[in-house]
């Protein structure tokens, strides 16, 4: 099983983003696809996720209203889109996988950076 995140990089305040998550060696369907992130000095949090099943999304507090989550079940890959970033969402982005029937992600990706600066 493999989850490769992209598209991080520097991003101005207030631009978008859109991190990609490129997943292998599972059926895509019978899972749920979570983005998380790593904040310096503050661990990793959910960020967002979704049941590529029945499409049913979640977000925390921190990017609803501003993330939207999807997915694209013919390349396997599910995206995080990020509007108006600020620098408190500088952080290292990583996708995950859970079973749908489970509570946790079992299998993780490699991060990728995104720092808000100007």
């Known amino acids: 099983v493999q989850l490769q995140a992209s598209g991080g990089g520097l991003v101005q305040p207030g631009e978008s983003r859109t991190l990609s998550c490129a997943v292998s060696?599972?059926?895509?369907?019978?899972?749920?696809i979570g983005w998380h992130r790593h904040l310096p000095g503050a661990g990793r949090k959910w960020v967002s996720s979704i049941n590529i099943r029945n499409q049913h999304t979640s977000y925390a507090d921190s990017g609803k209203g501003r993330f939207t989550i999807s997915r694209d079940v013919a390349s396997n890959t599910v995206y995080l889109h990020m509007n108006s970033l600020a620098p408190e969402d500088t952080a290292i982005y990583f996708c995950a996988a859970r079973r749908i029937e489970r509570d946790e992600y079992n299998y993780w990706g490699q991060g990728t950076l995104v720092t808000v600066s100007s």
């Open positions: 060696g599972i059926t895509l369907e019978d899972y749920v």
